[in-house]
């Protein structure tokens, strides 16, 4: 277990604005009546940055945003089951570059949608209850992790359709995972966290064989040698309380609990000692009215900001390359009131969609001067 060494002050942010950007509501669209709990933009090919996926419900939506603050409907899928409930969901790419959207939630099945040709690629089925987050590889989009309510991980091929890895066990997570995040550069490395207040740091490179493995593969996916991780390489506790969003920074964590704030901390990890090491909090961002589980925070593609709504509807947008943190606005809307449970900021972090709670999805765009 990590110690969270003292002696050096973490900086907290101050609420005051520095208003050096702002933004103003250019669209608002009530999809349905069901909560939206995800919204996200598309990173990981340039031609479609302005494409964006929603979940909730048994739905799956993706839009385009248009100039001058316009949405437009592309493409609707509903699950077969009227029950299921979509939580995540995350841009995936086949090995020829054709786009994917996964999708999870109170099922426990991943839905990979062939965004092309707008049917179901593969369904994967292995976790024993809802799934929480789904994230891709950004190197390798091919491979997705999932976090789920059964307490581990699992690394998917969502080309293949086959379950490479699963993060469980022993040195795992007891309870709820609630977020997942890969390595920015690092491609064997990522992290979880959840309700137990730990967040865990893994490593899959010992078991890269089996992830080169998983693209060659052409007997049943169910007989591939899906391999049980058990120990993670590092276990934090900066947090007393479930931590329900983690996102990698460079080396640095942002994470998040439901007491109000952000962290940024640095994990140090012991080369030669496995899951011990230090974790230094540098910084803290404060989200008042933020303290349920399940708001998730997001970065623009450069990690430059970072934009997190809380329950009464309004959004915080922080400085991340600043020190210490400088708030540069908050977003609030006279009908704008009801819980935040996810943002997507675009690629240069221009435009921020929020997913609410009451069905509605919120565009704010930048304010050019």
């Known amino acids: ?6 002696g050096n002050e973490s900086l ?26 995800a919204v996200v933009f598309n990173f990981l090919d340039s031609r479609f940055f302005s494409v964006f996926v929603t979940a909730g419900g048994n739905k799956i939506t993706l839009y385009n945003c248009l100039e001058d603050g316009a949405i437009s409907a592309l ?55 809802s799934v929480n987050e789904i ?35 022993a040195g795992g997570h007891r309870y709820e995972v609630l977020s997942v995040d890969f390595h920015p550069t690092e ?18 490179k010992e ?26 390489v590092f276990t934090a506790s900066v947090h007393t309380n479930y931590v329900d969003c983690n996102r990698w920074v460079g080396d640095f964590i942002l994470s998040k609990s439901v007491d109000n704030e952000i962290l940024l901390w640095e994990p140090q990890l012991k080369e030669n000692s496995p899951g011990e090491g230090t974790s230094d909090v540098l910084q803290r961002y404060p989200v008042p ?27 915080y947008v922080w400085d991340l390359k600043s020190c210490p943190p400088v708030l540069i606005t908050k977003l609030s809307h006279n009908q704008s009131k009801c819980v935040i449970r996810q943002t ?5 972090g221009n435009t921020i969609l929020a997913a609410c709670e009451d069905g509605t999805i919120w565009r704010w765009d930048v304010i050019t001067k």
């Open 1 to 6: 277990m990590s110690k969270v060494t003292l």
């Open 12 to 37: 907290v942010g101050s609420l005051t604005p520095s208003n050096k950007k702002s933004y103003k509501v250019t669209n608002r669209i009530q999809e349905g009546k069901k909560p939206l709990y």
């Open 75 to 129: 493409q609707s899928y509903a699950d077969e089951d009227k029950e299921e409930s979509f939580y995540t969901v995350s841009w995936a790419c086949g090995v020829l570059g054709n786009p994917f959207v996964a999708a999870g939630g109170v099922k426990g099945i991943v839905r990979v949608i062939d965004v092309n040709n707008e049917k179901i690629h593969k369904s994967l089925l292995g976790h024993g209850d």
């Open 135 to 169: 994230r891709t590889q950004p190197l390798k989009p091919q491979l997705v992790i999932t976090a789920s309510k059964d307490e581990s991980v699992r690394l998917w091929n969502v080309e293949t359709g086959i379950c490479i890895l699963i993060f469980a066990g």
């Open 187 to 204: 491609i064997f490395r990522f992290a979880s966290c959840g309700m137990d207040t730990t967040i865990k740091i893994w490593s899959m």
């Open 207 to 232: 078991f890269w064989t089996y992830v080169e493995k998983s693209y060659t593969w052409t007997d049943d996916p169910t007989k591939f040698p899906t391999k049980y991780v058990q120990f993670p």
């Open 289 to 315: 009215m933020s303290d349920i589980w399940f708001i998730k925070f997001s970065c623009d593609f450069q990690f430059s900001s970072l934009a997190i709504g809380n329950q009464e509807g309004k959004i």
């Open 344 to 348: 997507a900021m675009s690629v240069d």
